[in-house]
Nanobody
Framework: QVQLVESGGGLVQAGGSLILSCAAS????????MAWFRQAAGKEREFVAW????????SYADSVKGRVTISRDNAKNTAYLQMNSLKPEDTAVYYC?????????????????WGQGTQVTVAS
């Protein structure tokens, strides 16, 4: 069992930056694929980024590519999402997710563990 706790959300002006963190429990964090998803009010949860267990592979949604960087520190059992040049349309609850395998996926259904989410609001 893995527990995920996100932090770092908040209110930011358009063009600003935020760093989200996802702290994971468990001793096998370094074998998990980690991902970030987001869900805006009234919309479905959507993929933002994933990172492989080693950190050597990453992938991003087209909507955030070039503005967002996913990373992880396996020694600290923590994944991060650095977000720059934020736009009002980035406003959403951001969720950290984990999958205990090497499968690299953008699909919500492929992730077994989820955090409680952290709100990001970008003011215009």
């Amino acid at each position: 069992q893995v527990q995920l706790v996100e932090s770092g959300g908040g209110l930011v002006q358009a063009g600003g930056s935020l760093i989200l963190s996802c702290a994971a429990s468990g001793r096998t964090f370094n074998s998990y694929t980690m991902a970030w998803f987001r869900q805006a009010a009234g919309k479905e949860r959507e993929f933002v980024a994933w990172i492989s267990w080693s950190g050597g592979d990453t992938s991003y949604a087209d909507s955030v590519k070039g503005r967002v960087t996913i990373s992880r520190d396996n020694a600290k059992n923590t994944a991060y999402l650095q977000m720059n040049s934020l736009k009002p349309e980035d406003t959403a609850v951001y969720y950290c997710a984990a999958r205990p395998s090497s499968l690299l996926s953008t699909a919500v259904r492929h992730y077994d563990y989820w955090g409680q989410g952290t709100q990001v609001t970008v003011a215009s």
